[in-house]
């Protein structure tokens, strides 16, 4: 099959042929219809995160299920499916208690001992997140997928496989907005935008949209942004204090600098709190005012949304459906497999919300 590898930090990938092992007893093979562009992958790319190569990326996907492990019950060839990163066991602590997008089982993924996954040559391939949906198949653990119904167009069915999960389940799920109180969100990108759609979801008064880039936060309006602030051009701490009449109750970072990240725990008033969605720079720190935690002000990451996905993805297609949930303004282009590293160059410019790579089998 064709694959998308990554192979040293700033290099563009390259579509080369890759060969997929045959689903052991709980894994399912699955033909990829669609994956989207994140920020996540770019991050490895750039080098940010470690991670080791040669490597296929990708994991905001959706596709068609081809072959099953003779364990698996859950799917059956045919049937649809998005594939989520946070793949979970059912049984360990973080799972029992709700956690299961915190769920680090190892046995979820292949042994030292068994083949890989993915090869090329006799070589191994490392699969990014468990997934690797800059391909063509996708040979994945049976807790990695949940089924969908037939009629969820797949191209916008990926996007839930990250950016939408990760932004509407941080919402949701880590911050816990209530309706009515005030929300910031910074960086209005395939995660940020899907902030915004989640506070507009659960009834936030006022959802602010800070981004750079002028056509974002017009996009960002689509999505339910009551405000917007272009931060190119004004300091985005002031002005939301300004239109909040001292900060607001939730911030979300959907970016990954620590500047932001600062930003967003300086713009809350007296209570409210923070979360750090985007991939900070591993080995960079970020500095608070200690005294600010005396109004009780918080900060907190969010790993996928706090997600437990096979809930959460079916009924946010039934939000889209239902015209709740904006994922047809999302996609800015469709590109091929090829196209993989002009949509990175798109995405650093800011240009595009996402780029979903097209498999026409
Ligand atoms: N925590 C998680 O589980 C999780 C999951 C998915 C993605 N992420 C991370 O979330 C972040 C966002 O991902 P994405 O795919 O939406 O990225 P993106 O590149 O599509 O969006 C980033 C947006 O931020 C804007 N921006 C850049 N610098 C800015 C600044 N200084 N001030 C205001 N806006 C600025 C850009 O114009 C762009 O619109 C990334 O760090 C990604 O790795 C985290
Ligand atoms: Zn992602
Ligand atoms: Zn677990």
């Known amino acids: 099959m064709k694959a998308a590898v990554f192979r040293e930090v ?19 093979l699955i033909r990829t219809a669609a994956a989207g562009v994140c920020h996540s992958d770019l991050h490895f790319v750039e080098g940010l995160y470690p991670a080791v190569t040669p490597m296929v990326l990708g994991h905001e996907s959706a596709g068609i299920v081809e ?26 602590e973080q799972c029992v208690t709700g956690h299961m997008s915190l769920c680090e089982n190892p046995e979820l993924r292949r042994g030292k001992d068994e083949q890989p996954r993915l090869m090329q040559d006799e070589k191994p391939m490392q699969q990014f997140a468990n997934l690797s949906s800059f391909a063509e198949q996708m040979l994945v653990h049976e807790h990695a997928i949940v089924k969908i119904r037939e009629d969820m167009p797949l191209d916008r069915a990926a996007l839930i496989g990250c950016g939408v999960t990760t932004g509407i389940g941080s919402v949701f799920h880590t911050a816990a907005v209530e309706p009515g109180s005030t929300v910031a969100v910074i960086g209005c990108g395939g995660v940020g935008l899907s902030c915004i759609n989640g506070a507009a979801l659960v009834g936030a008064g006022q959802i602010i949209a800070i981004d750079t880039v002028a056509s974002k936060l017009e996009l960002a309006k689509t999505f339910g942004a009551t405000d917007v602030i272009n931060a190119a051009d004004v300091d985005p701490v002031e002005q939301v204090k300004e239109l909040t009449n001292g900060g607001v109750q939730y911030s979300f970072e ?104 097209m498999f026409d089998h």
């Open 254 to 357: 959907a970016i990954g600098l620590k500047t932001t990240a600062e930003q967003s725990f300086r713009m809350l008033r007296a209570g409210g709190t923070a979360t750090i969605i985007g991939m900070i720079p591993v080995g960079v720190k970020i500095e608070l005012t200690g005294s600010a935690f005396l109004q009780e002000k918080k900060i907190q990451g969010s790993n996928m949304g706090s997600n437990r996905f096979r809930i959460d993805m079916p009924r946010f297609i039934e939000f889209y459906l239902a015209g709740k949930l904006h994922l047809d303004e999302m996609i800015s282009k469709r590109i091929s497999l090829g196209d993989i590293n002009e949509a990175f160059v798109d995405m650093k410019s800011g240009s595009v919300a996402r780029s979903v790579i």
């Open 67 to 92: 072959q099953v492990g003779s364990s698996v019950i859950y799917v059956k060839p045919g049937d649809h499916v998005i594939t989520c990163l946070s793949v979970f066991c059912g049984h360990c």
């Open 10 to 28: 700033g290099q563009p990938l390259e579509v080369e042929e890759v060969s997929i092992s045959k689903p052991g007893p709980r894994e399912v």
